[in-house]
Each structure stands twice: as C-alpha cells, then as structure tokens.
C-alpha cells in the first residue's frame, strides 16, 4: 500500500564502493525526483524524470547516475562512494511537471565509512 | 535560479501557543507554495500549500498566508499540540518549470507539553 517505497532503508558501506538504491510508486505518478538531505536537514533536488525521461540533473557529480527503466521506478547508483556522500536520500514522485506537489519516500540513510 | 530563505531554524513553543515560520522567495515568476512537515525518520509530507492568484488558505489549525509583492508566504499553526513537532519546510516553484522546487533550510519546531 505504500505509495512512494525505497530500499533498502540504511545503508552501511566503505569508501570506494558502488551501491544502489531502488525507488517505486505505484500513485501511477509521470514524474520522480531524487533529493540528498545532508545532516543540517537541508533538502535539494538532485535528479527529476519525467515518463523515464531526465529533465533536471542539478550539478550532481557524476558518479551518481540515475536510471528509470519504466515510470514506476527510479533508482539511484552511486560509484566510488565518499564521505561526503553519506545522508539521506529521499525519492519522491509527482503527477507531471506541471503539478510540483510532491509525495516523498521514507528515505534511505546512507552511512559511508 | 530560485533561492529560498526561512526562518527561524529552530522554534520552541508552549504547548496551545500559535507557531509561525516565515519565507522569503527571490524569483518573482514562482507560483505555488508548499509546506511540507518532517517527522523524525521519515520523509516530508505535504500539509498545505498555496497559488499565487490566493492570498490566504486555511485548514483547520494550520494557515499560509501569501504577500506576492514582498514575495514572502508564511505558516501559522494555532493551538500547537506536541505532535505539531517536527521539522517544517516550505518550497516555491514555478508550476510547468520541469517539476522543480526549491526548499528552504527547514524549521525545527519544539511544542512542549
């Protein structure tokens, strides 16, 4: 029954590594997002698709890639890990880019070490 | 781009006391503002948001209130109860802009019984 769901939920891992985080909804929703929230609770927008299609990318190194393989799902990889990517990352989903309400997932907490 | 500022960053109230957190929006062209609340492991959710052709919503002990010529929009919550606790965000966007919307830094908002 949850509408936006993400996993795993923690994330524990070492410096260097490429790990995944899987996001989907099922609100039958156009468009998804991923948003870093950093340990001052500051929230920003990193990637926006929209119908499987990238249509905002906010200066996000690039060893994060984003992939949406249908517009259920949006996933995150991230390659060689670093500290500073340790947060928590939200997905969320919107009815199209024209409404920017947006239904958020309950986060995953990556913890790089 | 859009820049988003809120305050305060923390705010602590007595318990049935009014709260109200205050933003300032710089890009003149935005035109919907959400208020989303964060409780403590989970990811934000929506409570209110507002257009720009309003000038005042209100659901039932929560209110947003909206001055396009100062471009600031404030949330006011009356008759706070501990469970109001959480972190509070507001957002400005331009609905039709690609989906995207800027956050502001978030507020704590402490009610104590």
């Known amino acids: 029954d949850t509408a936006v769901s993400q996993t795993p939920k923690y994330l524990v891992t070492q410096m260097g590594n490429d790990k995944s985080i899987k996001c989907e909804q099922n609100l039958g929703h156009d468009t998804m997002y991923w948003y870093k929230q950093d340990s001052k609770k500051f929230l920003k927008i990193m990637f926006s698709y929209n119908n499987k299609e990238l249509i905002i990318n906010e200066t996000v190194p690039n060893r994060f890639s984003p992939k949406s393989p249908d517009k259920a799902h949006l996933n995150l990889h991230i390659n060689s890990l670093e500290l500073g990517d340790s947060a928590v990352y939200f997905c969320?989903?919107?009815?199209?880019?024209?409404?920017?309400?947006?239904?958020f997932g309950q986060g995953t907490r990556l913890t790089v070490v | 781009g859009e820049n988003v500022e809120q305050h305060p960053s923390t705010l602590s109230v007595q318990e049935g006391d009014s709260a109200v957190i205050k933003c300032t929006y710089s890009?003149?062209?935005?035109?919907?503002f959400p208020w989303y609340k964060q409780e403590l492991g989970k990811g934000p959710q929506l409570i209110i948001d507002?257009?720009?052709?309003?000038g005042e919503k209100k659901d039932q002990r929560i209110a947003v209130t909206l001055n396009k010529t100062a471009k600031h929009f404030s949330l006011h919550i009356t008759e706070t109860q501990p469970e109001d606790s959480a972190v509070y965000f507001c957002a400005a966007s331009i609905q039709g802009n690609a989906g995207k919307s800027t956050f502001g830094d978030g507020t704590t908002l402490t009610v104590k019984p």
């Open positions: 507002i257009r720009s052709n309003v």
């Open positions: 969320a989903s919107g009815l199209d880019t024209k409404n920017t309400e947006a239904f």
């Open positions: 890009d003149s062209a935005s035109n919907y």
